[in-house]
T-cell receptor
Framework: DGGITQSPKYLFRKEGQNVTLSCEQN?????MYWYRQDPGQGLRLIYY???????QKGDIAEGYSVSREKKESFPLTVTSAQKNPTAFYLC?????????????FGEGSWLTVV | AQSVTQPDIHITVSEGASLELRCNYS??????LFWYVQSPGQGLQLLLK??????LVQGIKGFEAEFKRSQSSFNLRKPSVHWSDAAEYFC??????????FGTGTQLKVEL
């Protein structure tokens, strides 16, 4: 089935460690996104990429890094510099970055810092 | 900066009753507006979207939304709610840019 696959679904990290969340899509979409969701705050954009080998910071990029070496993959690294990383992370994609294109979401990954 | 406001954090309705979820946007020109639904621990699913044209938009699962420029609103409605509609609902817009800005969400509870 076509879609967006995020892994792992649940992840625990010790303070001071980096962790990478995987996002793979087989929709042949050019644009991909990472959002962070916290209770009562909606979704906030971390990074987005409109094409391979290119990406831009979103509203809350500090403490995060991404890469886009392949069209279907957009991994997110949560670094030790992220002060409050415990959250629900959502990966998304769209046909391209054109305004108004429907954005499709993965099932999300829960990250807990212990 | 563009912003989307969902004034109701929680709403409870009885099964079979009508539903209206409020959304207000601040972008001055006509924005691109969306409603998404999220079940607990899951991703978001698009219910409907508005770009231009007819101000009453039909979506999936029996939902509709009406764009009212005079009120800067894009409220989501359903004539008869089913227990399976219990979820969190997010309004979003792109304003004049190419990034989605989400509201803080409205949690819908359905009483049987």
């Amino acid at each position: 089935d076509g879609g967006i696959t995020q892994s792992p679904k649940y992840l625990f990290r010790k303070e001071g460690q980096n962790v990478t969340l995987s996002c793979e899509q087989n929709l042949n979409h050019d644009a991909m996104y990472w959002y962070r969701q916290d209770p009562g705050q909606g979704l906030r954009l971390i990074y987005y990429s409109q094409i391979v080998n290119d990406f831009q910071k979103g509203d809350i990029a500090e403490g995060y890094s991404v890469s886009r070496e392949k069209k279907e993959s957009f991994p997110l690294t949560v670094t030790s510099a992220q002060k409050n990383p415990t959250a629900f992370y959502l990966c998304a994609s769209s046909t391209d970055g054109t305004v108004g294109n429907t954005i499709y979401f993965g099932e999300g990954s829960w990250l807990t810092v212990v | 900066a563009q912003s989307v406001t969902q004034p109701d954090i929680h709403i409870t309705v009885s099964e079979g009753a009508s539903l209206e979820l409020r959304c207000n946007y601040s972008y001055g020109a006509t924005p691109y507006l969306f409603w998404y639904v999220q079940s607990p621990g899951q991703g978001l699913q698009l219910l409907l979207k508005y770009f231009s044209g007819d101000t009453l938009v039909q979506g999936i699962k029996g939902f509709e939304a009406e764009f009212k420029r005079s009120q800067s609103s894009f409220n989501l409605r359903k004539p008869s709610v089913h227990w399976s509609d219990a979820a969190e609902y997010f309004c979003a817009d792109t304003g004049g840019g190419n990034k989605l800005t989400f509201g803080t969400g409205t949690q819908l509870k359905v009483e049987l």
